[in-house]
């Protein structure tokens, strides 16, 4: 994998940093402008690189989370064809959950099963139970079995 000048990462990480705080304050609008233009200054092919694997993510992660549902799932899907993007439980928790909401419910149950096969449920504790409660009416979720006290 390639590795960025040490000041071109420097400055896409602030770039990148002021649009989490943007995010932060629900401000998604700058937040993604600053993340664009954290994203405008990683070398083409930009697809080699993993800073574009994780602006890509924070993007469509501003995008879920201001309800622009179909960007989200664009730049979310864009963010798989980068580095470490396949296999991230994040990227597939948001596509999925990007998916569901733009009424692709095969490609939805698809992407949420990724995601909790990764990381199982408690990558879902945090948003809206909706989307757990879609992914158990498309596989069996089983619940961690309890052993007997006295034994360990």
Known sequence: MKTLDENLHLEIEKLSEQGDAFAETGNYSDA???????????????????????ILVAIGDANFLGAD??????NLSNAMHCPNGIGNPFIHLRLGQCQLETGNLERAADELTRAYALE?????????????EFLKTKITVEKPKKKPWWKF
């Open 69 to 74: 549902f179909q960007a989200g799932l664009e």
């Open 120 to 132: 199982g449920e408690a990558l879902f504790a945090d948003d809206d139970p909706k989307y757990f």
């Open 32 to 54: 993604l402008t600053a993340y664009w233009n954290a994203y405008d200054l990683v070398p083409e092919p930009k697809t080699e690189w993993e800073a574009t694997t994780w």
